[in-house]
């Protein structure tokens, strides 16, 4: 989950523990578990397995031995489970849109993706003109330009541009230039010696090879391209800034003027702005700003053909999914199979319903959310939110790290965050985007929609009511510069959440998940931002070190954690995602006890075969994370996720929180309950 807050007051006050906004009973969800419920929580576990040991196995043994990886997922988890939950549903309500008729806007969209027929017979002919436009870039200035226009349709190469809010006066947004332009993953896969990555190395020049080749160019000059390519890309990784240092605000984040920008980073800037729409832009933010002067420097000493020949290649790439089936495979070949361990390509329904929700997803969202979320739901989410951040307040002045003042503050930040349950109270009108009978066409025509929405309002107020996920989306997020914590309707529901179950399965399930983003806002980015979503230091120095200190303890647990032989987590990029992680179980468990005793229900007490509502709390949150993944998915993961492998996100937090070991009865020093242990919040 990414880090993403109504202003909700839920009381007046800012005391700590005087006011915490808990209702006479709080959430009305249930004790009971229904049986068939309860018999599928205990056979997704491995009864025999010790919690106080392996907790992850304990949880999810019985799951990960009955399931077995799909052939078309390089991962696959309950996570995904609910996914395809989702887009079984949205299947279906494609189908009976597109039996509408053209009128039907999803309707048409999805019968020109399934037209795998007229996909073939079409060809290159969508992409032709583009290709055309590519090949007659003959110097720096129009290199500009084109790589304007390819930003417009999604083709990401050079730099990224990004319209967010200013970090500093955050009810305005601006445009953000960042680095981007890799065909690999992450640079680590451009500069590593290691064997795997020269392996890898050389397969993706066979490939960009390949694709150049399909994609008109005589099997010599592609050959020769894709050596060019490949080492232009090496050169673009070396001056990119490590992944884990782009976590720092304050990175992202310089200003300058268009004088500055002319001066500093000397490129067609006028000719790009014009491309995107934008000519007047008077200022943008470089992230990083080092990455930019270098990037100019080797537009000017790289030979334009070269850079024609990466146009095209990234062109191609970005397409690849949406062109004739020799384009598809030989994509799925290099990205699924040889990266990342995938044997099958995902069907074609599965691809599409992912194509039609990306271009179209408040659209398509209206329907899953009438079928798939009710009232009643989101009532109950708001009421364990509300829960949750009551926990959270009243937990701050148990940390001695803490003073007052930034306690203080601490409780303001969390009470102005905005909570954003299920969809939307606006949706998007699409009523200007044109879909017809051409699949890449439409992608285009969508993306470059989108595109033109989000420059528009560069300069312009942010629009507060706008989500960065479409509703049928399994995620859910924290926005620093809004300060709200958004979750769609896709993630409220079973595993992780039903209105009628039982308040231990919901708050070890979704609510794991609401401490964690509340937790967002703390961790050492959030932190940085106040709760109007400034960037501005609001702790006293003093506790800001003493926070540090506690960070670097869980930097270094995770750095710790293997995920195959010799690939360790890096504790600096999963940060983040692991203070939230620590924090999100905390409050949630906090939260179920408050919970059970205004609902006088004994937590000691059995609530499944073999189980208290507390291990029952436990259980549940073990099992959200049953996962299986190819090797080599692990390794891409642990050099790309700024999240932790799914063990490593069950038995660390859990491993760290005495409450864990006292409702297991784990003995100290046991694997999980450890002599030392990280807290933060």
Known sequence: MNPRFIASSLCAALALTACNGRGPKGPSTK??????????????????????????????G????????????????????LRDRNKEALRTILEQAAAKGADDKLGRYWNACMDEPGIESRGLETLAPVLRE???????????????????RGVKVLFDLAVEPDYERPELNIAYLGQDGLGLPDREFYVSTEPRMVQLREAYLGHVARMLTLSGLATDAAQKAAADVVALEGRIATISVPREQLREPERRYNIVDRKALDAQVPLAWTEYFTAIGRTELAQVSLAPKEYFPALAKEIQTTPIATWRSYLRWHTVHTAADHLPSAF??????????????QQAIAPRWKRCVDATDGALGELLGQDFVAQRFSPRSKEVALEMITEIESAFADGLPKLAWMDPSTRTAAVGKMRAIVNKIGYPDKWRDYSALTIADDHLGNVAAAIGFEFDRNVRQIGGPVDRGEWEMSPPTVNA????????????????????????????????????VMGHELTHGFDDQGRKFDGE???????????????????????TLYSGYEVQPGVHLSGKLTLGENIADLGGIKQSHAAFLAWAQQHGVDPKSEAAPGLTHEQLFFVSFGQIWC????????????????????????????????EFGDAFSCQPGAPMR????????
């Open 627 to 658: 996962t299986k993944s190819t090797p080599q998915n692990d390794e891409v993961m642990a050099l790309t996720d700024s999240h932790s492998h799914p063990r490593y996100r069950v038995n660390g937090p859990l491993a760290n929180l005495p």
């Open 62 to 81: 019985g799951w990960l031995d009955a399931t077995a990886l799909p052939a078309d997922e390089p991962r696959y988890g309950r996570f995904h489970v």
């Open 674 to 681: 450890p002599v030392d242990r990280c807290e933060v919040w």
């Open 533 to 555: 979503g400034k960037l501005r230091l609001w702790w006293a120095p003093e506790v800001g070190t003493r926070f540090e200190e506690r960070t670097a303890c869980v930097d």
């Open 31 to 60: 004790a009971a578990i229904p049986k068939e419920v309860a018999a599928e929580v205990v056979a997704n576990m491995d009864t025999e397995a010790a919690p106080c040991e392996d907790f992850y196995r304990y949880a999810c």
């Open 134 to 152: 590519i090949d007659a870039v003959d110097d720096a200035d129009a290199l500009l330009a084109e790589a304007g226009r390819l930003h417009r």
């Open 477 to 512: 997020y924290y926005n620093a510069s809004g300060n709200e914590m958004v979750f769609p309707a896709g993630i409220l529901q079973p595993p992780f959440f039903r209105e009628d179950w039982p308040m231990a399965m919901n708050m070890g399930g979704i609510g794991m």
């Open 328 to 341: 598809v495979q030989e994509h799925f070949s290099f990205f699924g199979k040889t990266l990342r361990g």
